[in-house]
Antibody, heavy 115, light 113 residues
Framework: EVQLVESGGGLVQPGESLRLSCAGSGFSFSSFWMTWVRQAPGKGLEWVANIKQDGSEKYYMDSVKGRFTISRDNAKNSLYLQMNSLRAEDTAVYYC????????WGQGTLVTVSS | DVVMTQSPLSLPVTLGQPASISCRSSQSLVHSDGNTYLSWLQQRPGQSPRRLIYRVSNRESGVPDRFSGSGSGTDFTLKISRVEAEDVGVYYCMQATHWPPWTFGQGTKVEIK
């Protein structure tokens, strides 16, 4: 089955770190750009970061530059998002999605930043 | 950044009746390669988003043919020919022509009257 499965979300305090993972299966993971998108509670979708197939290009939304790092391990069919210096406004469900056109989505993982 | 503006933001519809959602971009979404990277996503209550339409008018496999996309340049439309109960949810347009950033519309909530 073609799918993406996120993990790693949880409750953290402001300033702390968290690492999200996304496991792809059923498709050639290394052939696709991969994307992180987030959705704050009750809000719309917001693009967070992208990474090229070989990791040579990475793009971030302005508010996470310098705090978040996107990476991938094609041997493990996995995508990651290292989130440092977390803020309350980073609270959201984080989705990984396939490609720059986001044609396949995971179920999401909830990140809550609160003291 | 390309701003995507959807209307209406809320759309009450009667079962079996048509529905239409508009999406306008702040600049033309025609890419230098000639393609227009405008997609429509559906998010049913409690579910992840799902891509319905890509490159303006191409339906994903398994998407009912009551869904259709049209438009060009800066003006795009998603139409549902006859709304069914399973169509309730929030619909987003998204552009992948001018990046970064990739940008979404605010979302249109479709509900049954």
């Amino acid at each position: 089955e073609v799918q993406l499965v996120e993990s790693g979300g949880g409750l953290v305090q402001p300033g702390e770190s968290l690492r999200l993972s996304c496991a792809g299966s059923g498709f050639s993971f290394s052939s696709f750009w991969m994307t992180w998108v987030r959705q704050a509670p009750g809000k719309g979708l917001e693009w967070v970061a992208n990474i090229k197939q070989d990791g040579s290009e990475k793009y971030y939304m302005d508010s996470v530059k310098g705090r978040f790092t996107i990476s991938r391990d094609n041997a493990k069919n996995s995508l990651y998002l290292q989130m440092n210096s977390l803020r309350a406004e980073d609270t959201a469900v984080y989705y990984c999605a396939r490609g720059r056109g986001v044609d396949l989505w995971g179920q999401g993982t909830l990140v809550t930043v609160s003291s | 950044d390309v701003v995507m503006t959807q209307s209406p933001l809320s759309l009450p519809v009667t079962l079996g009746q048509p529905a239409s959602i508009s999406c306008r971009s702040s600049q033309s979404l025609v890419h230098s390669d000639g393609n227009t990277y405008l997609s429509w996503l559906q998010q049913r209550p409690g579910q992840s988003p799902r891509r319905l339409i890509y490159r303006v008018s191409n339906r994903e496999s398994g998407v009912p043919d009551r869904f259709s996309g049209s438009g060009s340049g800066t003006d795009f439309t998603l139409k549902i020919s006859r709304v069914e109960a399973e169509d309730v949810g929030v619909y987003y347009c998204m552009q992948a022509t001018h990046w970064p950033p990739w940008t979404f519309g605010q979302g249109t909530k479709v509900e049954i009257k």
